[in-house]
């Protein structure tokens, strides 16, 4: 029986050893196939791009017209791109993203200025890739605006006409339209100047004017300040808000000016102030002609 019994076990081992022996031979076979196969880049996972020669160094990129919306893998690294940058681009395109023109491509990520520079001549977008709203006459902005054309078109069909030489506009009173009569002073800068009076509670000098960032200095000229017409804060009665709000004022000296109301008493005049934080003989000359006691 025990030699029954070797003769069984000695017949099972030799069976599984020949069959081992069949898989690795069939498994070795498989390898060396898929080693001498061809593939393509598309064909494979991005993972494994290899970087043609970028033309720094290693040997001139191949440069030729391309839609970066169509290119394949093969076109952009022949391009000079580096293989994560094509990955990027591929999968913007996969989630449904497009470049609507050349400049669009400048937010690949890692695509430096010299080398977007280097390609932007080459950059070609189809017709199919441009946005739609680009075929409309006139376009419209999401609020419901006039579009840019007709905006245009009725500046010119009503554009004031300009103040002449010898003409003096007294600025405290005068509105937008006005003010646009003003050579040198548009529809950004009459809106400017009137939010800034607002906020100041009027000018005092015409050098104010120049506080507004770009203001022209060429129409100063044609500008007066007539006396009077000036809005006041009462420095005892305001409340923090109030007096936070003028722009010569702000936080910091609100503080000031509240604290020593409450510890002091009331102020009679600015010079009071005149040793502590933010109220030296310069800024108390700009902020009394806007104070009352």
Known sequence: MKSDYKILLFCLLLV??????????????????????????????????????SG?????????????????????????????????????RRKGGV??????FARVPGLTVKKYRELLPYITISEDYREARTLVGERRSHYGEYSQASQEKRDTTQ????????????INAADTNALKRVP????????????YREKLGGFVCLDQLLEIKNFPESAL????????????????????????AHPYIGYSRTKVIVDYRRLKGK????????????????????IEPYITY
């Not at 720094?56 to 391009?79: H, I, K, M, Q, W």
């Not at 554009?159 to 007294?170: G, S």
């Open 184 to 195: 040198g002073i548009g529809s950004y800068f009459a809106k400017k100047l009137v939010d």
């Open 159 to 170: 554009r004031p006409v300009k103040m002449a030489p010898v003409e003096r506009l007294a």
């Open 16 to 53: 599984c050893a020949i069959v081992g022996v069949f898989v690795l031979v069939d498994s070795s076979v498989d390898s060396l196939s898929s080693d001498s196969g061809s593939v393509t880049v598309d064909s494979v996972s991005t993972e494994s791009l290899t970087p043609f020669p």
């Open 56 to 92: 720094e160094g290693r040997g001139e990129a191949s440069l030729v017209r391309f839609d970066p919306n169509t290119a394949d893998s093969t076109t952009l690294l022949r391009l000079g791109l580096q293989p994560w940058m094509v990955r990027g681009i591929l999968k913007y």
């Open 99 to 104: 470049y609507y023109s050349p400049e669009d």
């Open 267 to 286: 102020i009679t005049s600015l010079s009071q102030l005149s040793l502590l934080k933010g109220f030296s003989a310069a800024e108390i000359e700009k």
């Open 221 to 244: 000229q044609y500008l007066t300040i007539p006396d009077g017409g000036i809005r006041k804060i009462n420095i005892n009665k305001a409340d923090f808000k109030q007096l936070a």
